[in-house]
């Protein structure tokens, strides 16, 4: 009974964090179509910035524990904002209107690059802004025990994903976000500045896998590849879920995080491939993912 | 949509003839590249992680151990036996390559560096998989060759008649009866006992070695869990979760670097290390760095005498002072380890006998069951015919407090023959059957 | 016919060249370029499956099995002829190819190449939990013979050169051909209009699935030569940035001729072990830069700057 209880609360707890990582993958794609390899190093990007502005807040005396969340939010999407917006302009805008997967190359360049970038910035050396994490404790359930910090992540993704929800579904952005998803050229057809929303949509991905990172920061050990070994999972969350839909990408989580939790608890061996049996599994029934759309084909 | 990135005719005709002449060009300087090396210095090469998750705990701080001893011996101010400047004379160059990519590149690499750069030398390699397999090639090519870092036990059983390659490290083996021993002392009453480990051949390895060791020593422990995790996960939440649930007294691992200390941390803020001890065998990286996350009483290891575990002596004192100084923070493990194998060079030149550069097979046949002086006092290659160096095992317990820092409290070490298999013996064959031939005293 | 000949003469020609080059050039050139080869010939499979439409991000898989085939056929069943473990690799490549093709070939686009890294990683997962085959660490590939001849110590690198040279030449020659036959074509066509093939009568599943399994057989027998000259096998040969570099190379040469891969085979390792001798600490950024400006400016290849075609300006 209690192994139960620790699946559920740990497939919750990875789950959000899944989401969290994959929710700004797949606004990507499913706005401009663009998976994009680099998100990884946006989520690196993240953790980096905000592990050093904690570290530095403390180091400098620093002890209110608003203020290290403030600083381990904002130096995040700052800083995510503002590399989604040099990447969309920069380089991804130069190659519009050519072949998808020609795209998820460009990416990967991009990742090569990043991950070194990053590593000329903050070096090699561990950052571990561990402090939020302490701060928050934990509560015990017996001999269990759960991370106040990682409730809180899963009250931060569930925030996320309401306001990503609502801003798709009840504003006006977001319903020209979503004409745009539907059809492209019929939306620029009708005056939508197809332009201005793939950089807005960029950037705010971006900044949701910096968020992500920044979130992560005080629980791991911030080093070099961080953002390769991110990208995978999210990857398959994201085509699980069905490419372009955050329902599908909170739901694709879920199954996911509530997978995994149950192989470590139950059959440790299982671990490395339980992602990948999963996605395989769901694209073999729905190949499209579990919300995915089907794209009309061209004929 | 935009202009065209097309380049026009002629421009393409001019990349063309570039590229051409590029390719063309690197072919005639690869063989150009082949004169044979200056005279006047010892050329060594240096392979250690540059880039990836193991650069950060392990391979910057050798390479930067590496400038440090480099730099002094050139200059001739290490302490005695080492005072004299240069290798036999000959000012040491170093040439530095990232060791990442995994074992087929760096097969690779080795070739390059021996028979493009023309190194008289190499030194390095952490990773296990990159020992296995540059060590045959180290053969091939007659080079001498020491491996100081990487811990497989597989190296010396599975390389025939080794000539050139040499290892200044222990193996995973030795960490991990020297822990059984250290809990048989300091923990005798324990009866639950749990691991974590990253699963690849390390962690494998070091639990697999743990476990017999432990079954041979403290019989009535039992085993009531092993998580692996996947290498540079970093968030060990579901696996504390599930080690919680099976309420062991010591928490084994053989983690490292980022991962060992991302799981420290939480796992003390989960409670995890108020229920049970860990013992960290490679923990000493961490020492500087735990501050308050690890708790009073974690016990850690350095892989043998390195590190904060180094013995007092003139070269330890003068190593951790120069590094500090050079560096910022006190060497950790993978820094002596790569001093020692830069001293087993300078030992192995100097002795030689010859007179100029000392060639391969005398750097080896010096080198070949030598005894040196080292930053973890003293080294004797004594294992796997004179190629494998045979040192005691350290453990310790971490204490911490802000104002005086951490510090290692009830310290204990092994004999080297008590906790490495005699030669002649397969690792796991030697502990089931009881260590034979082990000498503890 | 005319050109085809002078193609598949030249192939030759250039074949010859490289394997006599073999007498003058330095041990670690014959080496690199023997590796070099192996590499070009997984990306014949990656460009084969990218003619068609597809772009694989798990070629590793394939290139693994092949790899690890020498290693086992070796170490565990005592096979030694190089030629044999070669085929032993293809026969299990095939095999594997032969049952992924019916589920991969109703994919495409992302789908596809995300299904195809999955299985490369399922392997990878497999091998490091794999504590008999040595996990990450691998093994080590015993010395090898080709027809009972027995490289003298010195000459093994120009034996693994000549053999190389020769599995790669007859590939070239057959790819050669097969772009130019029926289901080349059909794999050119798909990758234009999938629908009007459909209505030509043309099983495009049949089509796919033959191209994948032959790219598969490509990808084994690149990573069993890579076994027989590096002398080492480990499950990083599944692992997708491994993929990833095979889909570069392939980008970097472009689809345009069987020749391509090879040339940009050989920049690729070139560039990149100077790089890592020149720039230890950035030689990923000197990659992705590199990437990027051959996808910015020449976005058919390498080959392109070498063709007579020209494309009327826009």
Request: charged share 15%.
């Amino acid at each position: 009974m209690l192994t139960i209880w620790a699946i559920l609360i740990d497939g919750l707890i990875y789950a959000s964090w899944l989401f969290l990582v994959a929710a700004g993958l797949t606004v990507i794609y499913g706005v401009m179509r663009i998976l994009n390899m680099a998100h990884g190093s946006l989520y690196a990007l993240g953790a980096y910035a905000s592990a050093s502005s904690i570290g530095w807040y403390y180091a400098s005396g620093g002890d209110q524990l608003w203020i290290a969340f403030a600083l381990l939010a904002g130096c995040a999407i700052v800083i995510g904002a503002i590399a989604g917006f040099i990447m969309e302009r920069g380089i991804l805008r130069l190659m519009y209107g050519r072949d998808e997967v020609l795209m998820l190359i460009v990416t990967f360049a991009l990742l090569l690059i990043l991950e070194d970038l990053m590593k000329l910035v903050w070096g090699t050396t561990p950052y571990f802004a561990y402090q939020p994490y302490a701060a928050l404790g934990r509560f015990n359930f017996g001999v269990l025990s759960v991370s106040g910090y990682q409730i809180m992540v899963v009250g931060v993704s569930v925030v996320v994903g309401a306001i990503l929800w609502f801003w798709l579904e009840r504003t006006r952005t977001g319903k020209i976000l979503r004409s745009i998803i539907h059809d492209r050229e019929v939306s620029e057809a009708m005056g939508v500045n197809v332009r201005r929303m793939f950089t807005m949509t960029f950037v705010i991905g971006a900044g949701l896998g910096a968020i992500a990172g920044g979130f992560t920061a005080p629980i791991i050990s911030v080093v070099p590849g961080i953002g390769v070994e991110v990208i995978v999972v999210a990857f398959a969350v994201v085509v699980t879920g069905g490419l372009g839909s955050i329902t599908g990408a909170a739901i694709g989580a879920l199954i996911v995080g509530l997978a995994r939790a149950a192989s470590i608890h139950t059959m440790p061996q299982l671990e490395l491939f339980i992602i990948y049996a999963v996605m395989a599994a769901v694209l073999i029934f729905r190949p499209n993912g579990l919300f995915g759309q089907a794209t009309a084909r061209k004929i | 949509m935009g202009h065209s990135l097309q380049p026009k005719s002629w421009q393409r005709t001019l990349l063309g003839t570039a590229t051409s002449l590029a390719i063309a060009s690197t072919g005639i300087v690869g063989f150009a590249g082949s004169a044979s090396a200056q005279e006047a210095t010892f050329k060594v090469g240096l392979v250690t992680f540059l880039s990836g998750g193991a650069s950060g705990p392990f391979g910057v701080p050798a390479a930067q151990a590496a400038e440090t001893v480099i730099k002094a011996i050139n200059e001739g101010t290490l302490p005695a036996p080492y005072n004299t400047k240069g290798v036999n004379g000959l000012q040491l160059e170093s040439v530095v390559i990232d060791e990442a990519g995994g074992p087929t590149k760096q097969v690779e690499e080795y070739r390059n560096l021996v028979q493009r750069q023309n190194v008289d030398a190499v030194i390095g390699y952490i990773s296990s998989g990159d020992c296995l397999a540059v060590s045959p090639v180290a053969e091939e090519l007659k080079t001498f060759t020491i491996a100081f870092d990487c811990g497989t036990p597989r190296l010396f059983p599975e390389l025939e008649s080794p000539k050139y390659f040499f290892r200044t490290g222990l193996d995973a083996t030795a960490d991990n009866v020297g822990a059984a021993h250290y809990l048989k002392e300091t923990h005798p009453d324990i009866t639950r006992v749990a691991g974590i480990q990253q699963n690849y051949a390390w962690g494998q390895d070091s639990w697999n070695d743990f476990r017999l060791s432990m079954k041979q020593l403290m019989p009535d422990a039992e085993f009531v869990d092993n998580q692996t995790p996947q290498i540079f996960q970093g968030s060990y939440g579901t696996e504390i979760s599930a080690l919680q649930t099976s309420r062991p007294q010591i928490v084994h691992s053989s983690m490292w670097g980022g991962d060992m200390e991302a799981f420290v941390a939480q796992a003390n803020v989960r409670g995890l290390l108020d229920q049970a001890t860990a013992v960290l065998t490679t923990g000493e990286s961490g020492f500087a760095r735990f501050k308050d996350q690890a708790p009073d009483g974690t016990i850690i290891g350095g892989r043998g005498p390195f590190g904060a575990f180094m013995p007092d002596n003139d070269l330890s004192e003068w190593f951790s002072k120069a590094y500090e100084a050079q560096h910022g923070v006190p060497p950790s493990y993978p820094s002596s380890k790569m001093a020692q194998a830069l001293l087993a060079l300078k030992y192995a030149a100097d002795n030689s006998g010859a007179k100029g550069k000392p060639s391969n097979e005398q750097l080896a046949s010096t080198l070949k069951s030598a005894t040196f002086e080292s930053v973890s006092g003293t080294v004797r290659m004594a294992l796997a015919g004179g190629h494998q160096a045979l040192q005691p095992m350290f453990y310790g317990e971490y204490h911490y407090s802000p104002e005086t820092g951490p510090e290692l409290r009830n310290i204990r070490s092994y004999a080297g023959a008590c906790v490495s298999p005699p030669d002649g013996y397969d690792a796991q064959e030697w502990i089931k059957n009881g260590f034979p031939e082990a000498d503890c005293n | 016919m005319m050109r085809l000949q002078k193609t598949e003469m030249l192939l030759v020609v250039a074949a010859l060249a490289l394997g006599l080059s073999s007498l003058i050039s330095p041990d670690w050139l014959v080496f690199t370029s023997t590796l070099a080869i192996a590499a070009a010939l997984v990306v014949m499979g990656v460009v084969m499956l990218m003619r068609a439409g597809l772009v694989s991000f798990g070629q590793g898989l394939f290139y693994c099995i092949g790899g690890y085939a020498v290693g086992l056929g070796g170490r565990f069943l005592g096979v030694t002829d190089a030629l044999a473990l070669v085929g032993m690799g293809i026969v299990a490549t095939v095999a594997l190819a032969m049952v992924l093709g019916l589920l991969l070939t109703r994919y495409r686009e992302i789908f596809f190449a995300m299904l195809t890294l999955a299985f490369s990683m399922i392997l990878y997962g497999v091998l490091v939990k794999s504590h008999g085959l040595g996990s990450t660490d691998g093994f080590g590939v015993v010395n090898w013979s080709i027809l009972g001849y027995q490289p003298d110590p010195g000459h093994e690198s120009a034996t693994g050169l000549w053999l190389a040279i020769v599995l790669a030449l007859a590939a070239a020659l057959f790819l050669n051909r097969y772009f130019q036959s029926s289901i080349g074509l059909a794999c050119e066509a798909i990758r234009e209009n999938e629908v009007r093939v459909e209505y030509m009568g043309i099983s495009r599943r049949q089509v796919l699935y033959i191209n994948y399994v032959i790219a598969a057989a490509l990808g084994s027998i690149g990573g069993s030569l890579t076994a027989l000259t590096a002398g080492h096998v480990d499950p990083t040969m599944a692992y997708w940035t491994i993929s990833g570099e095979f889909v570069f190379i392939a980008l970097l040469g472009g689809t345009g001729h069987v020749a391509a891969p090879f040339i940009a085979a050989f920049i690729f390792i070139l560039v990149r072990t100077y790089a890592v001798e020149l720039f230890p600490n950035s030689w990923q950024l000197i990659l992705g830069v590199v990437l990027l400006l051959i996808i910015l400016f020449l976005p058919k290849g390498i080959w392109s700057l070498f063709t007579q075609k020209r494309r009327a300006e826009a």
